[in-house]
């Protein structure tokens, strides 16, 4: 599957993620007063080089869906710096982005609200065709029918309304459309959350066809493990806002340093039941506020290894290589 | 690329495997067409409305006699005497004068609705879409709106501007946005959520085609039921400004003014033939009207019976 020999055509990563923050403002009161800040996303950095997925995993109200959006503009960041194909993208305009967004794209978890009811599928694969202009009149036709059997399912469907889809067809559709526009980038936020296990295996699969195919990079952002594991080269695990773990696939799921990325690798139920491992370090507790996040180190409200500077001291993300981790007692 | 084999969701085996049936090929509008025709009171409603306007189009071709010609006075209805439906105080022929009223009081409905709705759809599009102080702005102009009292300010409006068919409907298009602005503003901030509209920025489309072309369409439907209500009202607040003289001033005649000129005690117990059809006229076009929005929103849920 993708290799990284594209990474040099640019002279740099496809995705560059710097300090990215996004705070949302907290309003109360009869004149809504500025009454403190949720930190949905505070301070991520990461690379991306073209052809390759990164696995994006944490609880929800981790932030990861956030910053999904935060990455294509859907949201405008409070701080930091997106750099695409080695163009700064917080700066821009949305006109300015408008010409960028053919080579970005997104595909969303929930299949029932991704797709307009009152369009017919053919024309919502090719309005952003004939938007961008790329092709004209037939040729539109032709490539949506080309879409839609791409993703595995018949041209015919095209005159189709979405509500006459299963939720993996409509899923199918959803990856059609992020298609249509010959992407380099697409954010994956949950794709297959929503979908059947049987279909899962389905959707996912199609997605790392199309990958070996067209050359496409993921952001693939997922709480279920299994899912990440299956298709990602690379793996940031989020808490609260922050990236506390990164690294090569294998090797964080094989030796996990962060003691949230290990407690989250043993809630994972094992596949078999001669795997079964006793219960190490299951965690206890709800993910805490992120309007008032705990000092120090996010996790050490909930950490069973937590020590005094923990609570003080906040820990950054460093580790030799690929690997990193934001510890002040890493495992291993 | 290992499933290229068409068909894996378990349920298109079926539909697929049926030859792609000849609506497929069709037009959106007439597959449309077709179901509203096919949803019946839709229908009947479309057919009394259609012969409704086509009378209004048609009244000097249709009326028996002139409406504004003058004979002898509260003739009862009569099958050899000429006048169908009698004549009223001044002698002249109800029936004609029923005839031409429809064009009075359907443009009246339709033309104030349609001023109205336009209104109400920008102002809330715009308002529900952008938000923030564009938002606060324009909502605290339709409460300014939606708290003056209605008639009131119509008979001052009509009486500055002077009551003509035309001002009438001005006046009543003007007042009427509040409630269909309210309406598009909530539907709009709901669906403008929804993740096809973000796809729709994701994939670069320009804001007004996303406004226009992919969220209204989604919230139309509850200003359709809206509007043929309107349009009822409309006819009938055109009645009560008539009864305060200042709706369309006789002699002309509108289904409000014949109903108006018919209220006398002696009139109401011993000539129903000055008031009964001009109600019914009333009730038949309301009626019509709201046949065919309720139509119409079961007709542009996509998720209807085809």
Known sequence: MGGHHDSERNGGPLLKVDGLKKHYPVRSGLFGRNTGQVKAVDGVSFRLEQGRTLGIIGESGSGKSTMGRLILQLEKPTEGGVTFQGRELTGMTERQLRPMRTDMQIVFQDPYSSLNPRKRVGDQLGEPIRVHRLLEGAAVEKRVQELLEIVGLSGHYRNRFPHEFSGGQRQRIGIARALALNPKLIVCDEPVSALDVSIQAQILNLLKDLQGELGLTYLFIAHGLGAVDYISDEIGVMYLGKLVEIGDSARLFGSPRHPYTAALLASNPPGSPHDRRREESVLQGDIPSPLHPPAGCRFHTRCPYAQKRCGTEEPVLTGEGSHKVACHYPLH | ?306
Not at chain 2, 153 to 181: E, F, K, Q, R, T
Not at chain 2, 230 to 238: D, K, N, R, S, Y
């Open chain 2, 1 to 306: 690329m290992s499933d290229k084999t068409v068909l894996t969701d378990g349920e298109n085996s079926r539909s697929s495997s049926s030859p792609a049936a000849p609506a497929e090929l069709d037009g959106g509008w007439k597959q449309l067409a077709r179901r509203f025709f096919r949803h019946r009171l839709a229908g009947a409603g479309l057919i009394l409305f259609a012969l409704l306007a086509l009378m209004a189009l048609f009244a000097p071709l249709i009326a028996p006699f002139d409406p504004y010609a003058i004979g002898r006075s509260y003739q009862p209805p009569s099958w050899t005497g000429g006048h169908l439906l009698g004549t009223d105080q001044s002698g002249r022929d109800v029936l004609s004068r029923l005839i031409y009223a429809s064009r009075v009081s359907l443009s009246v409905g339709v033309g104030a609705v349609a001023i109205y709705v336009a209104i109400g759809t920008l102002v809330g599009a715009v308002a529900g879409y952008f938000g923030g102080w564009i938002d606060s702005l324009a909502m605290r102009a339709t409460d300014v709106f939606m708290s003056f009292p209605y008639l009131m300010v119509i008979l001052v409006m009509v009486s500055v501007l002077g009551p003509s068919l035309g001002n009438i409907i001005l006046a009543l298009g003007l007042l009427g946005w509040p409630s269909v602005a309210r309406l598009i503003r909530g539907g709009v901030l709901s669906v403008k959520e929804k993740e096809y509209v973000k796809a729709g920025i994701a994939l670069g489309y320009s804001t007004p085609r996303l406004l226009f072309l992919h969220i209204l369409p989604n919230v139309l439907a509850p200003v359709l039921v809206n509007a043929t209500f309107g349009i009822a009202v409309a006819i009938i607040t055109e009645a009560s400004l008539s009864f305060l003289g200042m709706g369309v001033q006789p002699p002309t005649a509108s289904w409000g003014n014949m109903l108006i000129e018919a209220q006398s005690f002696s009139t109401l117990s011993g000539r129903p033939w000055l008031w009964v059809p001009p109600s019914c006229m009333i009730i038949i076009a309301v009626i019509s009207i709201n046949f065919m929005g309720d139509g119409l929103r079961d007709v542009m849920d996509p998720k209807g019976r085809r």
